[in-house]
């Protein structure tokens, strides 16, 4: 007898991954492609479509597909469509309508979202947020972004774009944001942005950093994660101040939707307690009393190389289960 | 042929309105009673029975009681209770399962909520939301209270306690608040906020202003715009940085539940432009660009005396449509 599963595409700015995916998140098969091959929406389409029967072939004999969820950046719920993503060149920064042409294509319910929101219903189909029905679940890669659950279901908002906590006013006057603003969140609480801050206490410090080794350009989170296990003074104080920052906005987001728990994932979450611990502790500090010692954040225990496979999986689930 | 109305009940500090409601926010009969009479949650129970069943009994004729919803301060929809008020003596500061009391005595069903949330309902079901299903509304008042709407529900989150965005940070070591913490905008945006504003200023500027007759306890924010209306520059500065204060912190809330729009009531509110032009403008230049001039914020559409009991009847008014 075969077992129901679905297609989760995760479409980044380099690659397409896919995965064919279970209730139980069991992989049955997966593949990945270029995303930056294609420079019309044609090209990648045909690719995709290629891609996406063949790995359904790899399965006939075992699985029936009930439908297909897909994670990508500026992707709207609401619209079903990819929405002036200036990272995805075939899309020429356009609006796609990805959810019509794919459910064309394959004759099988198909929906969007955001990476991080795909990431957020992932942590509550398969991950630590299984049961509960208001959490937080935080992204801290390339930009900060955020998937907000609140009575058990994605906040979408009016237009499909809640959840954009990476761009809550950290500072008045703040670093220049990719949106074009100053001192947006995410211009701090990022990978990059633990790199700027890196590079403000090596301007402010006369301490000796092995940090004070690198160009901009090659510093990374990573690099600067190694540096706070040898107890560099430098890269120990960019975690605690990336994390007062972060822990302050996340208390404000508990006066917005007051979650259960917070999760943390991506590139920076992987510092562990270098970020957690900071993190928390001026959370803590800048919480409303009622709330105190009430709300864990927790790194996301989704497992990294699948996460938005597995999210845009849990989209379609979630989708499915609606009907 | 009797109609269908609901019991809207506004518990405040001093004074407990009620009113028989129907479906078109019409007022079949109304009463109010002192809330600070009563010293233990017996005696306030027993005089608000005897209130409800006159008024009841006032409209027996023609109306069909079918519930009863409540406003108070520290009104928790989930546990149905009012929680560590401490502006209501009789509850002695704890716990008091007023919706589990109320329905034993009336065999009605009964729901509660606080007074910002249930002004979002009354907005929603009677005002300026009618048919939205995302929008935001900020009461501003002794304090800052808020109502976030959500895919047409009432956001409440894990504990019953979300939307408390007069708690957000708008200054890291700012102006103490009521909470025990600093830099709450509620310190800020309120009425006494902007007391404290035109103290600051007057301290701050040698400008010559009538406001510098009042002694702090004297001075309110009613008097503040009666001298922005005769153009008194610490008053019309006064509403400017109340507004620009305020508009930052909307535009943050916008980064977390992308509304369809933002609904201002209460004492502070009632100076129309003087605050509203000073928070659009803020609002704007603060709101990421895909939200710029689509998102507009208004002054409330609601009759001020009764808004607190409306939002109570439509609070039991949509726990009635559920069913």
Known sequence: ???????????????????????????????????????????????????????????????????????APCGNYKSGSIEYAVNLKWTQGKVVPVVELLQKAFSLPVAI??????AALGEMIYGGAKGMKDFILITLGTGLGSGLVTNGELLYGH??????????????????CGCGRRGCLETYVSAPGIVRTVFELLAEYNTPSELRRYAFNDLTSEI???????????????????????????????????PEAIFLFGGLAKAGDYILKPTRESFENNLLK??????????????????????????????????
């Open 224 to 258: 600067i994660y190694q540096a706070a296990t040898r107890n560099d003074y430098i890269a120990l104080k960019a975690f605690e101040e990336t994390g007062k920052i972060l822990g302050i906005k996340l208390a404000d987001a508990v006066a917005h939707t007051a």
């Open 113 to 118: 979202t955001n990476d991080a929101n795909a």
């Open 1 to 71: 007898m075969k077992i129901d599963a679905v297609i989760g595409i995760d479409i980044g700015g380099t690659f397409t991954k896919y995965a064919v995916i279970d209730l139980l998140a069991n992989v049955l098969a997966e593949g990945s492609m270029p995303t930056d091959a294609a420079d019309t929406l044609d090209e990648y389409l045909d690719a995709l479509s290629k891609s996406l029967k063949a790995v359904i072939n790899k399965v006939a004999d075992k699985a029936d597909i009930k439908g297909i969820g897909i994670g």
């Open 159 to 176: 237009d499909g774009f809640a959840g954009e906590i990476g761009h809550v006013r950290a500072h008045a006057n703040g670093r220049v």
């Open 290 to 323: 009622n709330y105190q010692g009430k709300i864990p954040i927790q790194i996301s225990s989704l497992p990294e190389g699948n996460v938005a496979v597995l999210g845009a999986s849990a989209l379609i689930w979630n989708e499915i289960n609606k009907k």
